[in-house]
């Protein structure tokens, strides 16, 4: 009896265990069936983009066979094939580039911002304003002199510059100042003259003046400079014309 049971047991716990596994392949067999399903809905969706797209490539490259020949197209290939590890650098530079763009992108900014600040600044001192009367400046130079005239300008310029800086000693400066401030002076006294002009006997009389004699005295003796130089300057001019016009000069 109790053998009887036993194997009754083991037949119902068999009988359990092939349920499950029919519930097991029951269930494989409903997903098997709807990823089917979905599938099938997946392609008859795609089936008329597909069919759209091959009629697309179809229609273009029929316009393009006058221009483009598979022969072509293959040959490219190759060329992509072969130069695969260039374009692979060439697409490693760019990015390198556009991390660097990246990066300076910042410093880019902050500079821009510094040059704006710094014309601005400009601005309010009036640097651009006098730039631009610079500029008039300039332009009625051009205006009136001709290129003979610059070119004889740049000639002479060496000579104007030891001028100038022969003016711009101490000692000239201090002369200058003094004549300047001298001149200011007659101005302001001109104005309290008498419209009549002195005569002969005044201007005389202005000579028991010591500073009227050694204003003279110093006037006479830079006339008398001016003259010995300009002189010698005409002896030398002769000489060089009388040298430049002899038989030796000539040869």
Do not use: C
């Amino acid at each position: 009896m109790e053998t009887s049971t036993d194997r009754i047991i083991e037949l119902e716990r068999k009988l359990d265990a092939m349920s499950e596994q029919l519930d097991l392949i029951a269930e494989e067999l409903r997903e098997q069936r709807l990823r089917r399903q979905q599938w099938d809905e997946l392609r008859s969706d795609l089936s008329p983009i597909a069919a759209e797209a091959m009629e697309l490539a179809s229609n273009e490259l029929e316009a393009m066979q006058d221009f483009v020949q598979p022969e072509d197209m293959l040959r490219l290939l190759r060329r992509i094939l072969r130069n695969t590890k260039n374009i692979e650098d060439g697409m490693a530079r760019y990015e390198s580039l556009m991390d660097f763009l990246d990066d300076a992108g910042t410093l880019t900014t902050e500079a821009f911002i510094k040059i704006l600040t710094t014309l601005e600044e400009f601005e309010q001192r009036g640097y651009f304003e006098f730039a631009n009367a610079g500029l008039g400046v300039v332009d009625r130079v051009v205006t009136a002199y001709s290129k003979e005239d610059v070119e004889a300008l740049g000639d002479n310029v060496v000579q104007m510059l030891d001028i100038v800086k022969d003016l711009t000693q101490p000692e000239m400066l201090a002369v200058a100042t003094r004549m300047l401030d001298a001149v200011q002076r007659q101005q302001a006294a001109a104005e309290l003259e008498p419209a009549e002009p002195p005569g002969l006997f005044a201007l005389a009389g202005q000579m028991r003046d010591p500073e009227v004699r050694r204003g003279l005295a110093r006037a006479l003796n830079t006339f008398k400079v001016v003259s010995a130089s300009e002189t010698e300057t005409a002896a030398n001019t002769l000489k060089a014309q009388a040298t430049d016009h002899s038989p030796e000069g000539g040869a």
